[in-house]
């Protein structure tokens, strides 16, 4: 028998094979592609998110736990589309122009995916007029944006003011090693977080 604890248990595990297992027998019984995804891979999602805030698991074991989550958002994609069941949002997200650095940013997209936001990854080395236009072409509630780099914090800033030059109705995100709240208040952004899984709770917050 199908069990959604199973499968937030495995994906806290990183075991993508189980979680895979585990998915599909719920689908096959006719469990609601909706609770498969909150409470399996989304509840499993919420624990790891805590435990590496807590600094209790680090990079490596939310890389797996998301691998194993990835394994069963695929079989639940085709499902959730014919439900209907709706992202929470649209987060478009990037790493700013002139900077490279992507490890962090590719966390707070798992974290994202993992807290039901659908995100579309834009990839590094993103300019202002490129998060502008993928946002509008998305329906995007949130831009988000990572820097890694003291020199490329300003592109923030630039992306913030071209933002509400554009009247776009998102709500700003900023994060990386260098970015402090002081700075997110300092540029106007909407909202800074830590670490990936702050940032997912942030979003949550902010929509
Ligand atoms: Co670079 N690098 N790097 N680097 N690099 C740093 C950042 C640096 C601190 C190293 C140092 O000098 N001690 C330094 C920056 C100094 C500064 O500006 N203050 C630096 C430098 C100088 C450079 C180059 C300029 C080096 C050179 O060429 N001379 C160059 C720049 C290239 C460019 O971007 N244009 C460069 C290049 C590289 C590599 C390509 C070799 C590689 C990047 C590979 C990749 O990303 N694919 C690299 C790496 C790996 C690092 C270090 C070692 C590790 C960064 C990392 O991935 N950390 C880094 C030193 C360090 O941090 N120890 C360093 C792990 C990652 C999980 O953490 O990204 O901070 P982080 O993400 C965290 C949080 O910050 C937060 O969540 C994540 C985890 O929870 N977070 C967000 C991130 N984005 C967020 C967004 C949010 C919210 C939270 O909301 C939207």
Do not use: W
């Not at 039901?116 to 502008?132: H, N, Y």
């Amino acid at each position: 028998m199908a069990d959604l604890q199973a499968i937030a248990d495995a994906v806290i595990k990183g075991d993508r094979n189980t979680v895979a297992e585990q998915c599909k027998a719920a689908l096959a019984e006719g469990v609601l592609v909706g609770d498969v995804l909150e409470k399996g891979l989304i509840a499993g999602m919420n624990v790891v998110g805590v435990r590496f805030k807590a600094n209790e698991i680090y990079v490596p074991e939310v890389l797996i736990a998301a691998r194993a989550m990835k394994a069963g958002m695929e079989l639940l994609e085709p499902h959730l589309k014919e439900a209907g069941v709706k992202p929470v949002g649209t987060v478009v997200l990037g790493t700013v122009k002139g900077d490279l650095h992507d490890i962090g940013k590719n966390l707070v997209g798992m974290m994202l995916q993992g807290a039901g936001f659908k995100v579309v990854d834009l990839g590094t080395d993103v300019d202002a007029p490129t998060f502008i236009a993928k946002a509008k072409e998305s329906g995007a509630r949130i831009v988000a944006m990572s820097a890694l780099l003291t020199t490329t914090m300003p592109q923030m800033a630039a992306v913030v003011k071209a933002v509400k030059a554009d009247g776009l109705a998102v709500k700003t995100i900023i994060g990386g090693a260098p970015v402090t709240q002081s700075y997110c208040d300092e540029i106007g952004a909407d909202g800074y977080a830590p670490d990936a899984a702050s940032a997912a709770d942030l979003a949550r917050e902010l929509v």
